[in-house]
């Protein structure tokens, strides 16, 4: 038994060494204080990073537009072009080229490095060079003065402005035209065939091919829309297209891809590569992590056995320490840890800041404090477990003893006598300690009197804890009452409050809640057995009343066979048909209603191309949309849509809405139908104005006898939408109104099939 205890022990250590290894591999990641939500991103594309390394890029390539025009001569670089003017004095306007401003900047000993940046310091701030006033920079030619001092440089400044902008362009030059670069880019510019301005680092390609390398962005000056797949657009690239066009006119285009394949070194391709590695190198911690704390609870699990084994096996009393209350017990294990803190912070933390950097030496002094808490913790764990195995944990505590003393006094009582009781001896209790201490203090000053002094403190804290541990225990059993009270309110006549956890007279009350959430529940379910028999009887009225129905239809079809000349009598046969149909129609309606609301119909679910159906219904309602001048409007995914529903009545939901749609739209206007996925729904919404106002809130569209034609002139039961709305949500989805004015919106929305 002692080998196979002195195994766990070994176990448990070496596992709580790979937490610590799994701890340290995750706080030395470069995402540590992202959480674990970064790893779920599926590629380096669709993290933070990249977005605004692909921002900073398309910043870059504007500035490369800007910087083309003003060093560029025919697509190459040319020295010899003007870049500033200067007024050197009353008068006396001078211009310098790229190429004497770049000599000037050169004897100043000014160059650029591998990185392009200018090296070789800063223009003195005292420098004797005089100052000229600058008037045009051909870097910048809408540059406004805000500040008198602004306009004003010495021409070394000026000549190391213009080497730093020169660097820029060199930099990009280098990064993207030069060498090889997944980033892909084409802005073009165009007035006529012939008069265009294109600045791109790729040739021949179509916007399909940059669609294809992987993340894209395409903007063009006639679109209000920015095409893209990225996870967040940059914002404002279509003002600054606009801005940079010399042309007025909507004819050009900005195309940008990235190459998710990084065929090249670049920085996205080592950032990808990175990406991996850390998020790699996270999780080989996570796992190392989960695995040691398995480990250790297994191991923990181990020992605790064997504990409880020896125990059994051991016929004589416990140890010395194991007898003591629990409370000194935790007392003793608490003052342990203070010495081992105490010595970890005047020893222990100076060797590991031997070992450590400067930066993690805060990780190392946390997680040697941490195993003094974790093995200070476990050894007061496991001598309370051997109180638990002997079954005096809580039989021989301080607090079941007062407990049980204290009880006496309040059982029993009612809820003010006992906050009285409560509030006086505490407020006693605390009256005499703080004049017992204030006695000790002003009177004696032994190490004796300061011994008792602090044992009166304490004795003051633990009767101060207890009395907040019964307010506290109180307040809770009030939140569990609340909240028992709170769902009862809210429709849950089942809900019950488990009453073996409350004491006294709250438990009383919480009996009494349970009382009212019974008789609430046999309420209900009288009131839904009498819902139902409402259901019955209007499904066998309904069904009375059709056979006498169809007798009539089918004498009025017999006597219009008859081939009766008198057009008054025809005419009255008319209007009997009509209305006999739609007494057929109401009826037929009112069962349907009454099958849809109670749920007694039989689905038959299978999996729907929701877009493909949305389809067909366009196809068998544009003809009757063209009888009262309907245009139908619809926007559709070109990807199938899958969802769960029963082929027949997803198709009276739709029928309902598209009749709704063709009685009350107002005549020439536009019937909009689109299909979106919001989240993990497929929704489809149909649009349209009404004919007649809409005075009339959505909710109560969707009640029975409900329409949106007050004046009733056309023909229309006002069952439609409540069939609709208890249909879908029969299968599964929702209905959903929206009214406007006189905008009338409608959706269906069903989970997509996963």
């Known amino acids: ?33 992202e959480g674990i939500h970064w790893i779920n991103h599926e590629t380096y594309e669709d993290t933070p990073e990249f977005t605004r390394q692909l921002k900073s890029d398309i910043d870059d390539i504007f500035n490369y537009v800007k910087y ?16 500033v003017r200067v007024i050197e004095g009353p008068g006396t306007t001078t211009e310098y080229t790229v190429d004497e401003m770049i000599r000037r900047a050169k004897s100043l000993g000014y160059y650029l490095n591998e990185q392009f940046k200018v090296s070789g310091g800063q223009p003195a701030a005292d420098s004797s060079d005089s100052y000229v006033r600058v008037d045009y920079r051909a870097y910048e030619p809408d540059f406004k003065i805000t500040e008198p001092g602004e306009a004003f440089l010495t021409m070394d400044q000026l000549a190391y402005e213009v080497l730093t902008h020169l660097g820029n362009y060199y930099s990009f030059f280098y990064r993207f035209i030069q060498n090889p670069s997944n980033l892909k880019f084409e802005v073009l510019y165009q007035n006529t065939p012939e008069d265009y301005k294109l600045y791109s680092n790729v040739t021949g390609k179509s916007i399909n091919d940059f669609k294809s390398m992987g993340r894209y962005l395409y903007v063009t000056g006639e679109a209000l829309y920015v095409d893209s797949n990225l996870t967040t657009v940059p914002q404002n690239i279509s003002s600054q297209l606009e801005k940079m066009n010399p042309y007025n006119n909507g004819n050009y285009h900005m195309t940008i891809a990235v190459d998710t394949t990084y065929p090249y070194s670049d920085a996205y391709a080592k950032a990808a590569a990175s990406y991996d590695q850390m998020r790699l190198l996270f999780i080989t911690g996570m796992i190392s992590l989960c695995l040691g704390i398995l480990g250790c609870i297994a191991t923990l699990y181990a020992l605790v056995s064997m504990i409880g084994q020896s125990d059994r096996k051991q016929s004589g009393p416990l140890e010395r320490i194991d007898r003591l209350p629990a409370e000194s017990c935790l007392l003793l294990y608490s003052v342990a840890a203070i010495l081992a803190l105490f010595l970890a912070n005047r020893l222990a933390n100076k060797i590991i800041h031997l070992f450590f950097a400067l930066d993690h030496w805060d990780y190392g002094e946390l997680a040697l404090r941490v195993l003094i808490y974790y093995a200070a913790g476990l050894s007061a764990a496991l001598s309370l477990l051997k109180r638990y195995k002997a079954g005096n944990l809580w039989s021989g505590s301080l607090i079941h003893g007062g407990f049980k003393n204290l009880s006496l006094y309040f059982k029993n009582r009612r809820f003010t006598t006992r906050i009285m009781l409560s509030y006086t001896l505490f407020l006693v209790f605390n009256v005499a300690m703080t004049m017992a201490f204030a006695f000790l203090l002003f009177t004696y000053n032994s190490l004796e009197s300061r011994i008792l002094m602090g044992a009166v403190a304490l004795l003051f804290f633990c ?18 009452i609340n909240e028992a009270l709170l769902n009862i309110s809210r429709g849950d006549t089942t809900y019950k409050i488990n009453t073996l956890k409350f004491n006294g007279k709250e438990r009383e009350l919480a009996e009494h809640i349970n009382h009212i959430s019974t008789g609430l529940e046999t309420a209900l379910q009288e009131k839904v057995r009498s819902e139902r028999l409402k259901a019955d009887l209007i499904t066998n009225v309904s069904h009375d009343i059709k056979t006498p129905l169809t007798s009539i239809i089918n004498y009025v079809d017999l006597i219009k066979r008859e081939k009766i000349q008198d057009p008054k009598i025809q005419g009255y046969l008319e209007v009997l048909e009509q209305k006999s149909q739609r007494l057929k129609t109401l009826t037929e309606d009112l069962v349907e209603a009454s099958k849809a609301s109670s ?20 196809g068998e309602f544009e003809e009757k949309f063209a009888l009262r001048h309907l245009e139908l409007v619809s926007t559709l995914p070109a990807d199938s849509i899958l969802i769960e529903a029963d082929g027949r009545y997803l198709w009276r939901v739709l029928e309902n809405l598209y009749n709704n749609a063709f009685k009350y739209a107002m005549e020439h206007s536009r019937v909009y139908v689109d299909v979106t996925l919001e989240e993990n729904m497929a929704v489809f919404t149909m649009k349209n104005i009404s004919q007649n106002p809409l005075n009339i809130r959505a909710d109560e569209l969707t009640e029975r006898f409900v329409r949106g034609d007050v004046a009733r002139t056309t023909e229309g039961s006002g069952l439609g939408i409540s069939i609709a709305k208890s249909l879908a949500e029969l299968q599964g989805g929702e209905l959903r109104l929206y009214i406007d004015g006189d905008l009338f919106k409608a959706g269906v929305a069903f989970p997509v099939k996963k």
Do not use: C
């Open 463 to 480: 009767l101060d804890f207890w009395i907040f541990h019964q307010m506290y225990k109180n307040a809770w059993e009030t939140d569990q």
């Open 68 to 83: 083309k025009e003003v060093f560029e001569t025919n697509g190459k670089l040319d020295y010899s072009k003007p870049i």
């Open 599 to 618: 749920g007694n119909l039989k689905l038959d679910i299978t999996s729907i191309d929701f877009v493909e159906l949305i389809h067909q219904t366009n």
């Open 1 to 33: 038994m002692k080998k196979r205890k002195d195994f766990a022990v070994l176990m448990h250590l070496l596992f709580s060494l790979l937490v610590v290894v799994g701890v340290s591999i995750m706080y030395s990641n470069s995402h540590y204080g």
